[in-house]
């Protein structure tokens, strides 16, 4: 009951999350979909936990935090660097990756 | 009795870390190899302090064994042998139980194989704490002596670093608790013996003897592996049980072995293979023959080698299970065993090769042979004490002698070991080296005061006593050869006119003899310490001796070598003063140290006194109390019973066999005093004769005489022992081998290699015709036109926007994710 509502939480700023990343143009927006992703996951990591009694969820989600603070610090440099070389962080102009 | 009620024995520091003495050796081994060359005395001075502090140790751990015998009896001896002086009882009929005295043991797990632990660790009772301090004590002067001798050698580091290995391996070996400890030991020596005879392995004959006595040893080694085995399979259910401890454990084997319910084909077999493996390590007949050849390496090597280590591991073994043997060979019933016999054979025909050497050193090596003989033959007729005590004393005068022809070669014969080309006339150039030497060779004999005479005159009186009269003949016959071959060598050395490099000549390096440092020096880019340059430029002719080319004949060593020389010879005049036993019946018996304090005692021990000590599962004593004094005690039929005859009682073990003692009398001591007289008598008549006056009669006898002549060459040829075994074993079981494995070699390999070659060629020409070029071309062709289309296809999908890639990601994760529910799910 608890624990479904939590889930369901997570499954909602999932949902968030991923339409941030699909639908927005600012870089900066990007990132901060994909924390909402990564913290989704954390909450469901933690929901689990709390459903099985074992502690390696809560484990887990401290792993999750950290990780994503290391790879938040590698995305701002990469739009720093983007910035800086061509004055716009949109990212709909950016198609150097195009096949 | 008084001795019960207080045997809580007492121990010590130094017991307890008996460990630390084989330890500093082998780390210092590995420090001299690391760092030897940078340092200023290039790794003698780590080898040096590591023997001596080896020798610290075992000097406390000796004293501290001392005391624990001394408590063991109640502090009624606190005063020791002082005190003992007062008592003057008839031997071992004072009715006393005196208790046995348990080794100090101090083990850890060295790994462990199912239920089977191996230790390691040490294990102090009175006969390894005795080798241990004689081994250090050997060590140090002979380390003390290679300063100089080696002096300049292009591989100076790695002598010092084996030279301590070697010392370590025996000391591992002496103190093994084990016999996985003990074959560890036993090996590091072999290897190092190895390294040491062939240390001057640039010329052939070197090597080649450091492979012979390599692989003759080898050949003793199988039967300590086998001996090992068969005892472990005999009596390994036997201390599991009573002991709760292992078959490999040595103590629990003592026990085993006298407690009346081992297999005697166990016992037998297994004694008979550990007992080749002493043949093989301590240079019995019919493996003897390494042990001359091993002259190649330096003479401290040999000296060494000879004295305190290597040769006395299969003596010490057989002294260590000695109630093995004695169960096995039926030694207290006074059966002609095995050990007895090729003892007598070795002291006999080793004795006879000596009189037709030419090397100095190699007549010091029978003589150690025949005198290793002497030990076996001790121990093969229940006379343990004698033989042990004859370790003793020979480690120091033996190591003497060798010292001394070092220092003859070294200073007075130009690098050679020639007695009939390079010496002659030396006793007034070198008066010290001779003097230790005349001391040495009297004890070697067993001349009255000097060491030799109290323990070999013991070991042939024992011999008798116990009941092998023609063996004890035997010994004596030994005893007159053995003044004699000395004598001979005496008198070539020392006295009548010099000759070659003694008579101050020069002449190159034509003698293969001549394989001392001399051509391996020259050219060696001269590493010498300050010590060794101040002495070189010193301006003293006598201390120049490094500088051999400088030398102008025969002169005095100097002092690094007559040191240790003058020690050994001092200990040569007085050891045998440790156990006088000839003299015990008028100053009493405590005298007799080595009895009190090596000689196992004698009584069973209630198993509830005996523990393992955990880890390396090896048994100690709680308590020495004799389980029940023995009713037969005192009787006249005490002799016969005891441990050894009777199996203990039930619940109890015995650790050694109670081994009678003769008593000495005045007669057999003249008998073989007045033998081995006679002996000096005629060989001097014969030297002069021979070598000095050149007497028509005997100059050229072996030229005349058919039968001298092939007595001669018999000798010469040493029995053609060595033609027998390269020539008809080792070719009658290598040649066959060789030729099967040529002809199998050549019809069956080749011609299965060939078929195979041939049928490979045939499969590839197929393989590549179809399918390689079919198939695989095909596949492959195939394959980059399917890339290709799919590539065009997927081009629009590639647009480059991240929003794009970022859809088409979390799309096909929406796919998983409900593809992964929907199969979960139903």
């Known amino acids: 009951m608890l624990a479904v509502n939590f889930l369901l939480l997570g499954a909602a700023l999932f949902c968030i999350g991923v339409y941030g990343v699909i639908a927005r143009r600012n870089a900066v927006m990007v990132l901060m979909s994909i924390e909402l992703i990564l913290n989704a996951v954390s909450l469901n990591f933690v929901a689990f936990a709390l459903m099985s009694g074992a502690i390696d969820g809560q484990v887990f989600a401290l792993y999750v935090i950290a990780v994503a603070a290391a790879e938040v610090g590698v995305g701002l440099a990469m739009v720093l660097m983007i910035y800086r070389n061509r004055k716009s962080i949109a990212l709909d102009e950016l198609s150097e990756m195009k096949g | 009795m008084l001795a019960a009620e207080a045997a809580q024995l007492s121990s010590g520091w130094f017991l307890e870390n008996v460990w630390l003495i084989a330890l500093i050796p082998i780390v210092s081994f590995a420090l001299i190899i690391a760092f030897g060359k940078h340092l200023p005395m290039k790794g003698s ?119 301590t290995l070697f010392s370590g391996g025996m000391l591992v070996m002496l103190m093994a608790p084990n016999m996985v400890q003990l074959i560890l030991g036993w090996e590091i020596m072999g290897l190092c013996s190895f390294l040491l005879i062939g240390h001057w392995w640039e010329e052939e004959a070197n090597s080649r003897a450091a492979l012979k006595a390599f692989f003759t040893v080898r050949v003793g080694d199988v039967g300590l592996l086998v001996g090992t085995a068969i005892i472990f399979f005999g009596a390994n259910a036997w201390a599991v049980d009573n002991l709760d401890s292992n078959g490999f454990d040595i103590n629990a084997i003592q026990a085993w072995a006298l407690s009346g319910e081992a297999n005697s084909k166990f016992l037998l ?24 050849d091993a002259m190649a390496g330096p003479t401290p090597v040999s000296s060494l080698l000879h004295s305190s280590t290597m040769v006395v591991a299969g003596v010490f073994l057989v002294a260590q299970l000695y109630p093995v043997f004695w169960q096995a060979f039926d030694i207290g019933q006074g059966s002609l065993t095995f050990i007895a016999i090729i003892g007598a054979i070795t002291i006999i025909i080793a004795a006879l090769l000596a009189f037709v050497q030419d090397d100095i050193k190699k007549v010091l090596a029978y003589s150690t042979v025949s005198q290793l003989g002497y030990m076996m033959l001790g121990l093969g007729t229940g006379a343990w004490l004698p033989a042990v005590f004859h370790i003793f004393t020979h480690a120091f005068f033996k190591c003497c002698l060798f010292l001394c022809a070092g220092s003859v070669s070294h200073s007075g014969s130009h690098h050679s070991f020639d007695m009939k080309k390079d010496m002659g006339g030396l006793r007034k150039k070198m008066p010290i080296t001779f003097t230790a030497w005349i001391i040495s060779t009297l004890a070697l004999t ?32 030994g005893a007159v050869l053995t003044a004699a071959y000395m004598t001979r060598a005496t008198y070539l050395t020392f006295f009548g006119e010099p000759r070659g490099a003694a008579a101050g000549e020069h ?273 492959v062709d195939g394959s980059g036109w399917i890339a290709e289309e799919t590539g065009h296809g997927l081009q629009s999908t590639q647009s480059g926007k991240v929003s794009q890639y970022g859809a088409l990601l979390f799309g096909a994760a929406a796919v998983g994710a409900i593809v992964l529910v929907l199969v979960n799910v139903s």
């Not at chain 2, 077999?269 to 001359?292: D, E, M, N, R, V």
């Not at chain 2, 050549?746 to 198939?775: C, F, P």
């Open chain 2, 269 to 292: 077999w297994g004694a008979i293979a550990l007992f080749i493996a002493c043949i093989g390590k301590s240079g019995q007949f019919p493996l003897h023959t390494w042990l001359p």
């Open chain 2, 45 to 163: 001075e780590i080898g040096l302090a590591s023997m001596f502090a080896s020798l610290v140790l075992a000097t406390g751990t000796a004293i501290q064994w001392i005391q624990r015998t001394n408590s063991a009896s109640g502090g009624e001896e606190s005063l020791g042998m002082l005190q003992a002086f007062g008592r003057s009882m008839p031997r071992a009929t004072e009715g006393e139980v005196q208790p046995f005295i348990e080794p100090v043991v101090h083990t850890w797990v060295w790994w462990s194989n199912g239920p089977l632990e191996f230790g390691i660790g040490s294990s102090a009772s009175g006969l390894s704490v005795l080798l241990l301090w004689l081994v250090a004590f050997i060590s140090l002067l002979v380390q003390v002596f290679s300063l100089d001798y080696v002096r300049g050698d292009r591989r100076y580091t790695h002598f010092f670093a084996a030279i």
């Open chain 2, 507 to 779: 002449h190159g390096d034509e003698h293969a003899e001549e394989h001392e440092m001399e051509h391996i020096s020259v050219g060696a880019p001269e590493p010498r310490s300050l010590g060794a340059a101040a002495n070189a430029h010193g301006g003293d002719d006598h201390d120049a001796h490094d500088d051999h080319h400088a030398s102008d004949g025969p002169h005095e060593s100097g002092p690094l070598l007559l040191i240790p020389i003058v020690i050994l010879a001092f200990f040569a005049l007085f050891a045998g003063l440790a156990n006088p036993t000839p003299l015990a019946s008028r100053f009493g018996e405590g005298i007799e140290s080595m009895k009190k304090y090596v000689e196992p005692r004698s009584t069973p021990v209630p198993f509830e006194d005996v523990i393992a000590t955990g880890p390396g599962e090896s048994i100690m004593l709680v308590d020495g109390r004799p389980a029940a004094a023995p009713s037969s005690e005192g009787e006249e039929g005490a002799k016969k019973s005891g441990c050894g005859f009777d199996a203990p009682e039930p619940g109890t073990a015995c650790f050694f066999p109670s081994v009678s003692h003769a008593e000495p009398s005045f007669n057999k001591i003249l008998l073989s005093l007045g033998v081995v007289a006679a002996g000096y008598a005629v060989a001097i008549a014969f030297n002069i004769a021979f070598y000095g006056r050149k007497n028509k009669h005997l100059v050229g006898l072996t030229e005349r005489s058919k039968v001298m002549r092939g007595g001669f060459l018999f000798l010469k040829n040493k029995y053609y022992l060595d033609a027998l075994y390269e020539n008809v074993i080792v070719r009658a079981v290598a040649h066959p081998i060789a030729k099967g494995t040529n002809w199998f070699n050549q019809n069956v390999l080749d011609a299965t290699v060939n078929a195979a070659g041939e049928g490979a060629r045939r499969t590839g020409v197929w393989v590549y015709d179809n399918i390689d070029q079919k198939i695989v071309d095909g596949a």
């Open chain 2, 446 to 477: 067993g001349i009255f005061p000097f060491a030799g005479f109290w323990s070999k005159d013991e070991i042939i009186d024992n011999v008798g006593n116990n009941g092998y009269t023609f063996l004890m003949w035997v010994g004596l016959g």
